[in-house]
């Protein structure tokens, strides 16, 4: 008896080590294939950027008497912005007046010289024409009597041409210094700008005033009153008034993704409760080589007020949606970016590879097109586990608060 009591005891013991020493197969974290909404969107952060800037400055070294308008000021066309005095406003009048009396000259010797002489040159033409028409044809009755040779008539021919063209040019001449002609015309037009140009020198010496030349937002201001300027110093800077636009970059890998017109929603990172809607209309032709990206542009059709130039913007472009689609958490699939994306399926205990077939990419998952069915869990990456090793699932976690963070107005 004691014996087989012994017996079963060692045999007792040996099955109690054997389940001790047996493999109980690597414990894995899984995700389950589930059926949900996906969204896929391409995000990028760019800038506000206006379409034009404009500088505004002196004309001349000029003294700052007064600067209308200060930084985020809206301005409409022909608003003064800056009135200046100019310190060497007399020089500018010296050398107007200057001009003017030169081209007051000039239009009276036309008159009283230009004139004159130009009639006497032509009639002085007239008669030279009269006498070399009359050699012209004495020579011809003498070389049709014998008397001259032939060469003789050629010559005086060719005098009486010589004469009726400086007779036409004389004329000519003479009509431009007639009132109402071209010479005529041109001096009194030279008088009248010169005379223009002392007015503006004038008006300029007293005082100088800068206006806005369109629509437009002030965006610095770089003189105070009393500030000497020298020509050429700009002295405020606008952003032309038009559309609103952002220009941001995206990783060249997202360009197949884009195509201009596509509809896109911003948030202004000083404003991220207040998205606005944007249009794709731009794709960069070339990518940059240092950096690997591409740039983008969209125009904003209706902007927020609170929008600024320069202004730091997310813009998110939906590439891409589904009402309801197998989706897996971009984790769980390996070689997502290669060719033959594929992962490791919980079954039976033991970990077996699959192939799959993805589609859409939202922010941390991914749409399963093929090689799952919904419901099946798929092992994590981190878990550590091979194709064909035995597994036993973890206890799922409890979910971390606050969970992915994705800017506020994006898809999640």
């Not at 009048?93 to 006497?120: D, F, H, K, N």
């Amino acid at each position: 008896m004691k014996r087989r009591n012994l017996v079963v005891a060692l045999l007792v013991a040996a099955a109690v080590s054997g389940a001790l020493l047996w493999p109980k197969g690597r414990e894995v974290d899984v995700a389950s294939v589930l059926k949900a909404p996906l969204t896929q969107s391409v995000v990028a952060t760019g800038r506000i950027a206006t379409p034009a800037r404009i500088a505004i400055g002196s004309p001349l070294a000029a003294t700052v008497l007064d600067v209308t308008v200060r930084e985020g000021d809206q301005v409409q066309p022909g608003q003064v912005l800056a009135r200046l005095r100019a310190d060497d406003a007399d020089a500018l009048i010296r050398q107007a007046a200057a001009a003017l009396a030169e081209a007051e000259a000039r239009l009276t010797q036309i008159g009283s010289l230009g004139q004159p002489v130009a009639a006497q040159q032509l009639a002085q033409a007239e008669a030279n024409l009269s006498v070399a028409r009359a050699e012209a044809e004495r020579a011809r009755q003498l070389v049709a009597k014998g008397f001259y040779a032939q060469s003789k008539a050629d010559d005086a021919l060719r005098n009486a041409a010589n004469a009726a063209s400086a007779a036409d040019t004389a004329r000519a001449q003479l009509a431009a210094q007639k009132p109402g002609g071209t010479e005529r015309q041109a001096a009194v037009a030279r008088v009248e700008q010169a005379r223009a140009q002392l007015t503006n020198a004038k008006a300029r010496a007293a005082q100088l005033t800068l206006v806005a030349p369109s629509a437009g937002t002030v965006l610095t201001r770089k003189a105070e009153p009393g500030d000497v300027a020298s020509a050429g110093k700009v002295l405020l800077e606008l952003a032309d008034a038009g559309e609103t636009r952002v220009y941001a970059t995206v990783d060249e890998k997202n360009l197949r993704l884009l195509r201009p017109g596509q509809k896109a929603r911003g948030v202004a990172d000083a404003y991220p409760a207040q998205p606005f809607d944007a249009e794709l209309y731009y794709l960069a032709p070339a990518v940059d080589p240092l950096r690997g990206t591409v740039e983008i542009r969209f125009r904003v059709p209706t902007p927020p007020a609170f929008l600024r130039p320069d202004m730091t913007i997310s813009v998110e472009t939906v590439t891409g949606h589904q009402d309801a689609t197998l989706v897996l958490p971009s984790e769980a699939v390996r070689d997502l970016d290669g060719n033959k994306p594929w992962v490791l399926v919980a079954r039976d205990g033991l970990a077996s590879r699959a192939d799959v077939t993805v589609g859409l990419a939202g922010i941390g998952r991914v749409e399963v097109l093929k090689g799952l069915a919904e419901g099946e869990r798929v092992i994590l990456p981190a878990s550590g586990a091979l194709d064909g090793d035995k597994i036993r699932i973890r206890a799922p976690k409890k979910p971390k608060v606050g969970g992915l963070q994705v800017p506020q107005g994006m898809t999640k």
